[in-house]
């Protein structure tokens, strides 16, 4: 599975985007974009997944570059319930299903 | 369903005493998965099964760690003799593994200690 980078943290003001990064610049051509993220003190939660297209579902819209080799995971409307640990992680969909998590980013939403 | 229900949720122990950390998972999953989480070396996955076979346990530290899954809905994690350096949280999580999208549910952890 892809290696991925991602910042250790970022800021976010309540109410605005928050918009994170990754990048997977050695990711093969079947290997999908997953984030999970993961709220202190609970287990980590999926929030969407991609191949090639931007993805949007009800938490979160995920929009992967045209070459494939970063995304980024936007929270249109960031709450304070938002502060956790984004986590991206690039996998062949199907394969064994099992997750290598990095570090993640920890986002911290501001009042 | 419940989602993935560990049990205990919180274990004190003292050094060199045998813990169990059990695990339930989704009805209908057919993968399970233990992870380890700390802070120095975040999460780690320790062991995973497919239909209760275990297909890759590469991330078990040591010999003192054993995992088991005798049916499809249960699942043991074993360290004997623990160590005051395996206090972390342990995570369960499942999911139905096909060709398709798989999602990963995770139970809310033991957080061990040993002491």
């Known amino acids: 599975d892809a290696k991925t980078t991602q910042p250790p943290s970022m800021d976010c003001a309540e109410g605005r985007a928050a918009n994170l990064p990754c990048n997977h610049s050695t990711i093969s051509g079947n290997e999908y974009v997953y984030w999970y993220r993961q709220i202190h003190s609970q287990g980590p939660q999926y929030i969407i997944h991609g191949l090639k297209n931007n993805e949007t579902n009800e938490m979160a819209s995920l929009i992967i570059t045209e070459d494939r080799k970063s995304s980024t995971l936007i929270l249109p409307h960031a709450t304070l319930r938002d502060t956790a640990v984004y986590y991206c992680i690039v996998r062949l969909s199907g394969n064994t299903g099992k997750l290598i998590f990095g570090q993640g980013t920890t986002l911290q939403v501001k009042p | 369903d419940a989602g993935v229900i560990q049990s205990p949720r919180h274990e004190v122990t003292e050094m060199g005493q045998e813990v169990t950390l059990r695990c339930k998972p989704i009805?209908?999953?057919?993968?399970l998965f233990w992870y380890r989480q700390t802070m120095m070396r975040g999460l780690e996955l320790l062991i995973y099964f497919n239909n209760n076979v275990p297909i890759d346990d590469s991330g078990m530290p040591e010999d003192r760690f054993s995992a088991k899954m005798p049916n499809a809905s249960f699942s043991t994690l074993k360290i004997q003799p623990s160590e005051p350096r395996d206090s972390a949280v342990y995570f369960c999580?499942?999911?139905?593994?096909?060709?398709?999208?798989?999602?990963?549910?995770f139970g809310q952890g033991t957080r061990l200690t040993v002491v």
């Open positions: 999580a499942s999911s139905f593994l096909s060709h398709m999208f798989t999602e990963a549910f």
């Open positions: 009805s209908g999953h057919n993968s």
